[in-house]
């Protein structure tokens, strides 16, 4: 095949890669981090027959950010037909999802106990045996899956039921804030080929074993989720309160998750929080090195295997810097319109960063990007991506390969 | 930024790939030598047995005819399956005609997609581009999945959607658009096709962020395909 990357072409076979110069190549040998594998790649068979032996063997590794980027672009045709395909199949419109979200409208009672068992057992028996199945093609998991998901559906009519609002991308509707919170037995999640296009907050995005073993959700509080165009506009409450449900901790399923005490920012048990080194703020699009008073925080959990949830109001009080192990899954919820700003000096990863806060297909209206000149006070001379992309967004992250800044402050790249 | 190193290496094959090192004259910065592209598939035909793999699925249903720049049906070619090239690309937000039911009749004219018929039929500049380089080159017939999958016959759409992987997989020879945000992109640097490209002054300098045999691969292969088990 001929491939056109950017400024220059190369030519790849079955047996060898080569550029215009007539320079052979061979692939990177570059060991992963994280302990995350990489990606499936080969999925023709051709091709699959003609890797044998170890010199021609495709090694697992992660990929840089520009690699991402255009191994992305390269096979987004093909599988955006198919992406299309099953949001047929799974979507859901705007407006059913902003029910659910907006913190306004009659919410589900979060902290239902017969929901939270529904879910737990959904997960457990429908999706974690379905999704540590070796799949020979990827894109079959969601057709595979529709099997099971019609069957569901069919209880959905039950009074009470958790799939009364149907499922989109594998989460219920019915118990969709919560349902985010989906975590891991252990840590061997890996994630499916992103070009498939699967949403990383829906488990479809990854295989391996899939949990509802902690699951967090608002007690006091609602979560700040803004639905662009519609009236609902919220200030961020950094004061909210997170409870957990931890199932291995709990003797009696109904009793009530442990809750933070109200008031203040307060850290859900078991979470230990990290402050942001920096945000940028929307009046003057500076980057702020972030304090313990007067400015917003973002959770982040360090500990392995525990999510967080990361919410933000606006993407200007987003901290820039996210400090996270492998194992961690970021749910985070944001609206963005205004300034994002990045130290790290790399647009390549800066882009990334931007691209995956369009992740989900809850709103499919085009991003408008433009791109403002770095500023000298950044600390680092970072480059600054305004997003006006108006939709909710939200992305699952994992810890895919890291990139040390000096000082030793480590930033996430983001799986979209 | 961390790229992926790469090495000139003959533990590649580099035997089989390509037995006499091509002679490459410098590197013109704004336009790519279409010899070098004439030479890589020349000596991937004889030297290699990529083509010896056999081909699965079924054929594509449509192909674009890049000299008398229509559509034509595979049902109605004299042979079995041509040799065809299919293209691989980012959709993206660039205005293009798909064909449907009702453009399907337009399309099989001649001259179709030539670009004196741009009032009717829109071909953003990717596939514009692929099909002046693919009549450069010599080949005749081009596969690209907006114009050669009727998009709204359900039955046709879901069977060439299962048969994308066996599409790619048998075609002649892949184009990769692999980088680009839409496909009003194109591929830059193909002199009298599309506009100059911009080549780093250090041509190796290029290579790291661009140039990487595993994307390349990971790049044009992922299509669904029908086995569901």
Redesign the interface.
């Known amino acids: 095949?001929?491939?056109?990357?950017?400024?220059?072409?190369?030519?790849?076979?079955?047996?060898?890669?080569?550029?215009?110069?007539?320079?052979?190549?061979?692939?990177?040998e570059?060991e992963t981090s994280g302990g995350v594998r990489s990606?499936q790649?080969?999925?023709?068979?051709?091709?699959l027959?003609?890797d044998h032996g170890q010199?021609?063997r495709?090694?697992d590794?992660p990929?840089?950010?520009?690699?991402q980027?255009?191994?992305r672009?390269?096979?987004?045709?093909?599988?955006?037909?198919?992406c299309r395909?099953w949001d047929k199949i799974h979507d859901k419109s705007r407006s059913t999802v902003a029910k659910l979200l907006l913190p306004n409208n009659p919410k589900p009672n979060l902290a239902n106990a017969s929901l939270r068992n529904q879910f737990v057992a959904y997960i457990d028996e429908a999706v974690a045996p379905f999704n540590t199945r070796n799949f020979?093609?990827q894109?079959?998991v969601v057709?595979?899956f529709e099997g099971i998901a019609n069957f569901l559906e069919q209880g959905s009519n039950l009074r009470g039921s958790i799939y009364s609002g149907g499922l989109c991308w594998g989460l219920p509707l019915a118990y969709f804030p919560q349902a985010l919170t989906w975590t891991t037995k252990g840590e061997d999640l890996r994630p499916r080929?992103p070009?498939?296009g699967f949403p990383t907050w829906s488990w479809f995005a990854w295989e391996g074993s899939v949990a509802a073993d902690k699951l967090f959700f608002p007690a006091e509080s609602p979560i700040s989720f803004i639905i662009p165009d519609s009236e609902y506009e919220s200030k961020i409450e950094w004061g909210f309160t997170l409870s957990t449900w931890d199932r291995s901790s709990s003797s009696d399923p109904a009793a009530a998750a442990t809750a933070a005490a109200p008031g203040g920012r307060h850290c859900p048990r078991g979470i230990r929080l990290v402050a942001p080194r920096s945000v940028v703020r929307p009046e003057d699009g500076r980057l702020y090195r972030g304090t313990s008073t007067g400015w917003p925080f973002h959770w982040i959990s360090r500990d392995v295997s525990r999510p967080a949830i990361l919410l933000a109001d606006r993407p200007s009080e987003l901290g820039v810097d996210y400090y996270a192990t492998s194992q961690v899954q970021l749910v985070f919820i944001a609206k963005f319109e205004a300034a994002v700003g990045f130290s790290s000096g790399?647009p390549?990863?800066s882009a990334r960063f931007v691209k995956a806060l369009w992740v989900t297909r809850l709103d499919p209206s085009?991003a408008v990007e433009e791109e403002l000149p770095g500023r000298a006070d950044c600390g680092g001379g970072g480059k600054y991506l305004r997003v006006r992309r108006l939709g909710v967004a939200i992305v699952h992250y994992s810890l895919w390969?890291r990139?040390a800044e000096p000082g030793g402050q480590r930033l996430v790249t983001i799986l979209e | 930024m961390e790229s992926a190193p790469v090495e000139q290496t003959d533990r590649f094959d580099a035997h089989i790939a390509f037995p006499n090192k091509i002679n490459v004259p410098e590197i013109d910065p704004e336009w790519i030598n279409l010899d070098v592209f004439r030479t890589w598939m020349r000596t991937c035909d004889e030297e290699h047995n990529c083509s010896s793999y056999p081909s699965f699925g079924s054929a594509p249903a449509w192909l674009i005819d890049v000299d008398k720049e229509r559509l034509i049906s595979t049902s109605f070619l004299p042979t079995s399956t041509p040799r065809y090239c299919a293209l691989s690309y980012v959709w993206g937000n660039a205005k293009t005609s798909k064909l449907t039911r009702a453009t399907q009749t337009g399309f099989c004219q001649p001259g179709a997609f030539s670009a004196k018929n741009s009032d009717n039929v829109v071909i953003p500049a990717v596939i514009r581009h692929s099909m002046e380089l693919l009549k450069a080159l010599g080949g005749q017939y081009l596969w690209v999945d907006a114009l050669c999958i009727v998009q709204d016959d359900e039955i046709h759409f879901h069977t060439e959607l299962r048969n994308m992987g066996a599409i790619y997989n048998n075609a002649y020879l892949t184009i990769v658009a692999a980088t680009g945000w839409d496909a009003s992109e194109g591929l830059r640097g193909l002199h009298g096709i599309s506009s100059r490209r911009q080549l780093a002054s250090n041509f190796a300098d290029d290579l790291p962020k661009y140039l990487d045999p595993e994307t390349m691969i990971w790049v044009c292969i992922t299509q669904p395909t029908s086995s569901l088990f």
């Open positions: 095949m001929i491939m056109f990357c950017g400024q220059t072409a190369m030519w790849r076979c079955i047996h060898c890669a080569i550029d215009e110069a007539g320079n052979l190549l061979k692939p990177s570059r990606l790649r080969i999925n023709s068979e051709s091709v027959k003609a010199a021609n495709v090694p590794r990929q840089s950010p520009a690699q980027r255009h191994s672009h390269g096979s987004y045709s093909a599988t955006h037909r198919a395909v020979t093609h894109s079959d057709p595979a080929d070009s498939l790399d390549v990863l085009p390969d990139y």
